[in-house]
C-alpha cells in the first residue's frame, strides 16, 4: 500500500527531531567529558514522556505515536540500528592485549564475570522480584538477566573515554578493552539463551522450534536451546570466519568484488536469518557475524567495516539509543529505592571482584583499583541489555528503567574518576608485581 505525503512528511519530522536530540546532545555530553551514547539517550529522555511528555503529553504522542506506520517503520529502525550496533561491537573484537597482560585480562575477566553473575544468583534469592518480572513471566530468564546486569562491562563506553582521554594506547587501556571485549562475549552468550527462554506459551513460532513444537519453557527446548546457542558460536567463529575469508576472494562473487561493504551487510543479515530459523536471537548474529569479518585483515575490507561503521554511527544507532530514551518514562516507571539499592550493590560487587582479581594477578592497589572503576561503566551493552530483555517480556519497564539509568551512571562514574586520576598525574596501571620467591630475607612491600 503507497505512503501518502502527510505520512512521509510526519515520519521525516520524527527521524529528523530524533537525529537532532540525539547528535545534538551527544555533541554536548562529549563537551562535558562524559559518553556520547549517555547524551544520546538523553537526546530521546527529552523528547519522551519524561520531559515533552510531561510539559505537553498532546505534543509528544502526536509526533510520536504509538501506533500506525510512523511508529512502525521506527520500530524497524530501531531494530536494525540495534543489529548494526552489535555488528560493529563484534567487529572489534580483535586481540588488544599483549601476552604479558593475558594473566591479568584472564584474571579479571574469571572474576569480574563469576563473582558478580553468582552474586546476582544470591541476591535474586531474597528480594521480591515480581515488581521485576516482564510480560513473558519467565523466571529463569529474569534472574540471568539480573545477574548479567550486575556483571557486564561496556566496550564503546570505556574506550571513548580513555581515546578522549589520550590513554588508548597504554597498558592500562589494553587490559580493560580486553577484559570488556571477554565480558561481552560471555554476556551475549547468555543473553541469547536468556531470551530464547523468554518466549511467550502461545506466541508465534518461527523456524526449528515451530517445526519441533517445544515449549519455551520446557527442560528439552532450554537443553537444544543452549546447545544451539554455543554451538551457532563455536561455527561463527571457525567455519563462518573462514568462509567469509574463502568466498570474498572467489572471483564469482561479483558482490564482494563490487562492493565489499554490500558483502559485509549481506553476510550480516545471513548471520542473523540463521539465528532466526534456529530459534536465536538475532543479535547474537549480527554479533557473531562482526566477529567473523574482523578477521580478514584485507585493507579492502578493513575500509569496508570502517565505512559500515560510520554511516552506522551517523544514523541508526544514534537513532536506536534515542528510541530507548524516548520509551522510558522516568518520572513514573523509575523506583527511586529499589535503583539506589540496585546501583550500591552493582557497583560494590563488581569493583570487589575486579579489584581481587587484579590483586590475584599481581597487580598494585592503585591499579587495581582504577581497573575496578573501569569495569564499572556499563554503557551501550548495559542500555542494550535493558531495551531487548525489556522488549522480549522478560523485565518490567521499572527495572528496564533502573538497568538503563545504571549504565548511565556507572559510564559517567568511571569517565569522571579516569579524567581525574590523569589529570594528577598518576599512573593507571603500574608493572605487575613479581610473584615472591621464598628467599632467607623478609620480602619487600614497597610494590603493595
Not at 519522551?48 to 510531561?54: E, F, I, Q, R, Y
Not at 529502525?77 to 591479568?104: A, K, P
Not at 592497589?365 to 556499563?378: E, P, Q
Amino acid at each position: 500500500m503507497a505512503t501518502s505525503g502527510p505520512e512521509v512528511a510526519h515520519l521525516l519530522l520524527a527521524l529528523g527531531l530524533l537525529l537532532v536530540a540525539a547528535h545534538g546532545v551527544g555533541h554536548v555530553f562529549t563537551l562535558l567529558r562524559q559518553p556520547r551514547v549517555i547524551g544520546e539517550l538523553t537526546g530521546g529522555l527529552l523528547l519522551g514522556p519524561t520531559l515533552l511528555g510531561t510539559l505537553s503529553a498532546r505534543t509528544e504522542s502526536w509526533v510520536f505515536p504509538g501506533s500506525g506506520s510512523t511508529a512502525n517503520v521506527l520500530g524497524w529502525f530501531s531494530q536494525l540500528g540495534l543489529l548494526l550496533l552489535m555488528f560493529c561491537s563484534g567487529s572489534e573484537m580483535r586481540s588488544m592485549f599483549r601476552r604479558d597482560e593475558r594473566r591479568v585480562v584472564i584474571s579479571v575477566t574469571v572474576a569480574g564475570v563469576a563473582l558478580p553473575f553468582l552474586a546476582g544468583l544470591a541476591a535474586f534469592r531474597v528480594i521480591d522480584s515480581s515488581a521485576l518480572m516482564g510480560t513473558a513471566h519467565s523466571r529463569t530468564a529474569l534472574v540471568l538477566v539480573f545477574a548479567l546486569a550486575i556483571a557486564v562491562t561496556s566496550i564503546p563506553v570505556i574506550s571513548r573515554i580513555m581515546l578522549d582521554l589520550g590513554i588508548i594506547e597504554t597498558s592500562f587501556a589494553r587490559v580493560v578493552l580486553g577484559v570488556a571485549v571477554l565480558e561481552d562475549v560471555i554476556v551475549y552468550v547468555v543473553l541469547a539463551v536468556a531470551l530464547g527462554l523468554a518466549a511467550a506459551p502461545g506466541g508465534e513460532q518461527f523456524g526449528l522450534p515451530a517445526a519441533l513444537g517445544l515449549s519455551a519453557s520446557s527442560a528439552l527446548a532450554i537443553v537444544l536451546h543452549t546447545a544451539m546457542t554455543v554451538t551457532f558460536f563455536v561455527l561463527m567463529l571457525t567455519v563462518g570466519a573462514k568462509s567469509f575469508c574463502w568466498s570474498r576472494r572467489l572471483r564469482w562473487n561479483v558482490l564482494a568484488q563490487s562492493n565489499p561493504i554490500a558483502y559485509h551487510l549481506v553476510f550480516l543479515f545471513a548471520a542473523t536469518l540463521a539465528c532466526l530459523l534456529l530459534g536465536i536471537t538475532p543479535l547474537f548474529g549480527a554479533f557473531l557475524a562482526g566477529i567473523a569479518v574482523s578477521l580478514d585483515r584485507e585493507p579492502l575490507d578493513v575500509a569496508a567495516r570502517e565505512s559500515v561503521k560510520a554511516f552506522s554511527f551517523a544514523f541508526f544507532v544514534p537513532i536506536y539509543f534515542a528510541i530507548v530514551g524516548l520509551q522510558l518514562d522516568l518520572l513514573h516507571d523509575l523506583d527511586v529505592a529499589f535503583f539506589a539499592g540496585f546501583l550500591l550493590l552493582a557497583c560494590a560487587v563488581k569493583s570487589a571482584s575486579v579489584y581481587l582479581g587484579a590483586r590475584l594477578a599481581g597487580e598494585i592497589r592503585s591499579a587495581a583499583a582504577n581497573l575496578a572503576v573501569a569495569a564499572n561503566a556499563r554503557g551501550g551493552p548495559g542500555i542494550v541489555l535493558a531495551s531487548v530483555a525489556y522488549g522480549a517480556g522478560v523485565i518490567s519497564a521499572q527495572f528496564c528503567a533502573a538497568l538503563v539509568m545504571l549504565a548511565v551512571v556507572t559510564s559517567m562514574l568511571a569517565g569522571t574518576w579516569l579524567g581525574h586520576v590523569v589529570r594528577l598525574g598518576q599512573p593507571l596501571r603500574g608493572e605487575p608485581r613479581a610473584p615472591v620467591r621464598r628467599t632467607s630475607r623478609r620480602p619487600s612491600r614497597s610494590g603493595l
